[in-house]
């Protein structure tokens, strides 16, 4: 997004604002990026094993004997893969 499709407004009183009010919006906006990259992570989860594993109509309110372990061996799956990227990613940075 660049200045020129921003309120005039608000770009003046972003340039207004002290240091520590600055570095406070910055923190405040970086916070809220990594809570909507998890919430992304946990959709794309909860979308991925659940088409995986549910295979019946849910009628009961309950999973099935083998969607259950279905589901939780998905999860376990997904978060390990995401922890070794997150770990190479960690390892490339460092270099």
Known sequence: MDQQSL??????GVK???AKDKQDLNTFI?????????????HGLTDTCFRKC???KI???K??????????SCVD??????????KHLEQMRSQ
């Not at 083998?66 to 589901?71: A, D, G, K």
């Open 7 to 12: 309120d005039p407004q608000l770009v003046e």
């Open 16 to 18: 207004n604002m002290s």
């Open 30 to 42: 970086q916070a809220e990026g990594q809570k909507a990259q998890i919430q992304s992570t946990i």
């Open 54 to 56: 549910i295979t019946s």
């Open 59 to 61: 009628s009961a309110g």
């Open 63 to 72: 999973l099935d004997r083998y969607e259950e372990p279905c589901m939780q």
């Open 77 to 86: 799956r997904y978060m390990d893969a995401n922890m070794v990227v997150i």
